[in-house]
């Protein structure tokens, strides 16, 4: 498994068909979850009805200039964040390689800017750079009591026994243990952590759940890691997590 900083939603923003694929599936491969666009309507149709944690942005777009959309999600109200949810990270990705180019960039409201052409690793590392920013950390690791999860490893583990997780798994982990004791809805899992061709019909939430539930508890829990709260969601109780869980 690729090494990552989950992220939970990713926009790629990219109107050459190749490279939004391209980049979409190198993305998707390292287990986040990808939406694409291929211009400016696209982008706002998808930013106005969903919350994402970063997006990729050409600037030269066949309908208006990424600039402009970036200034948008900046400070159109349409924009602002639901959930008590940050404002996603910008990454620009342009041919646009001048100095004045790139601080015009930033000055409108992007958070990083990677020239064209570029290595897929490199756009990964930025990728994993911003979103340790909303993280509030220098490093990689989430701790929640006992559990631990290294996301530039892949790795997770409760009291120093791994975890075997997918990447589907990882993820919902991910935004559960940065979201501990908060109740959350079916409706927002579905939000960050698939994409938007996850059926929101299907069970998907509710499996992905209950089989991660049954990785993270232990023989000796009084009760779940992972708690279902009747018609309101799902939620991690750190409470269980910390030290002997027969004092939980």
Do not use: C
Request: charged share 30%.
């Amino acid at each position: 498994m690729t090494s990552t900083f989950l992220a939970v939603r990713i926009l790629v923003v990219e109107d050459e068909i190749e490279l939004a694929d391209a980049i979409a599936k190198g993305l998707r491969r390292e287990g986040y979850a990808v939406d694409v666009a291929n211009d400016v309507s696209g982008a706002v149709d998808r930013l106005v009805v969903s919350a994402y944690d970063l997006v990729t942005l050409d600037l030269n777009l066949p309908d208006g200039d990424g600039l402009d959309l970036a200034k948008r999600v900046r400070e159109d109200p349409a924009f602002a964040p639901l959930d008590g949810e940050t404002a996603p990270r910008i990454l620009m990705l342009t041919a646009r390689d001048g100095v004045g180019e790139r601080v015009v960039g930033l000055d409108q409201g992007a958070d990083d800017y990677l020239v064209k052409p570029f290595a897929f690793a490199e756009l990964s590392a930025r990728v994993r750079s911003l979103l340790r920013r909303d993280a509030g950390r220098s490093g990689a690791t989430l701790t929640v009591g006992g559990l631990q999860l290294d996301t530039a490893r892949f790795e997770a583990t409760r009291e120093g026994t791994l975890l075997d997780l997918t990447a589907k798994e990882f993820a919902l982990l991910r935004y559960f243990m940065t979201h501990s004791g908060e109740v959350l809805s079916q409706e927002r899992l579905l939000e960050h952590v698939w994409d938007e061709n996850a059926d929101p019909l299907t069970n998907t939430v509710r499996v992905t759940v209950g089989t991660l539930r049954r990785k993270l508890t232990r023989d000796d829990d009084v009760d779940p890691p992972i708690e279902t709260v009747i018609g309101a969601g799902y939620r991690l109780r750190p409470d269980v997590l910390a030290g002997d869980p027969g004092d939980a």
